[in-house]
């Protein structure tokens, strides 16, 4: 069960459960503080433990709400890459395309409310990511000695990609903010779990074998983790 609370300039939503041992503090992606605690901890105890990380939480706070996007004329997203301006304009008709470092939107709504443009960016998004993984796969597949398999764009903001039990490969839409390198490795990434559907040494050797900088790519996308959130 959660249940909301506010101590000092922070509010927070609170949830026990059974399985923890300690409190856990979390900023999530839009900047709200999320607290998970055992149940027999006394409310008293956890207030004073937010406050004992109050500044660490405030400026989590502050960096989360800057990254988070707001749809409108100059607002940035990280696109192949590189990061790209928003640009609202209205016409005649909805559209959406990226021109030289710029993400051109127009909508029929004068006043072009975010919740359109937004649509728009997820649209584009899913697929530009459609487009490029589709390029790539067969390509990774030959190498792997694997049939190409059959793919999805997802809108998920946990997962880069996955692989199902049954073989289907999952992408997020995130994945357009990634260069062509970073896209390449999870394409092999995912590929290589039908070979080894776990982390183990084979398939990290598998995966090193052809792509023997792997670990620096994976480290990149640790780093853009967050910056790719489109919320």
């Not at 008293?44 to 109050?54: H, K, P, R, S, Y």
């Not at 940035?76 to 008709?93: D, I, K, P």
């Not at 649509?119 to 459609?130: F, N, S």
Request: glycine share 4%; proline share 4%; with cysteine.
């Amino acid at each position: 069960m959660k249940t909301a609370g506010k101590v000092s300039q922070i509010p927070y939503t609170l949830t026990r459960r059974r399985s923890n041992k300690n409190i856990v503090l979390r900023v999530n992606d839009l900047g709200h503080v999320e607290v998970s605690a055992p149940f027999l901890v006394p409310k008293a105890t956890i207030e004073e433990f937010i406050l004992a990380n109050e500044e660490k939480l405030l400026s989590r706070i502050a960096e989360r709400k800057e990254r988070h996007h707001t749809y409108t004329d100059g607002d940035r997203f990280l696109y192949e890459g590189r990061y790209v301006e928003l640009s609202v304009a209205h016409g005649s008709r909805y559209n959406i395309a990226e021109e030289n470092g710029v993400l051109r939107v127009t909508t029929i709504e004068e006043e072009c409310p975010p919740r359109v443009v937004e649509a728009l960016v997820l649209w584009l998004y899913r697929k530009r990511t459609r487009q490029r993984v589709k390029e790539i796969l067969p390509i990774w597949a030959m190498k792997l000695g694997l049939a190409t398999p059959p793919f999805s764009v997802r809108d998920s903001k946990k997962r880069w990609a996955s692989c199902s039990s049954k073989g289907r490969l999952n992408f997020s839409l995130r994945c357009q903010a990634l260069t062509d390198e970073q896209l390449s490795y999870l394409v092999l990434h995912e590929l290589a779990h039908l070979i080894h559907f776990d982390h183990s040494p084979d398939f990290h050797a598998l995966v090193k074998h052809h792509m023997s900088f792997y670990k620096s790519v994976q480290r990149s996308l640790y780093a853009v983790q967050e910056e790719s959130q489109l919320i």
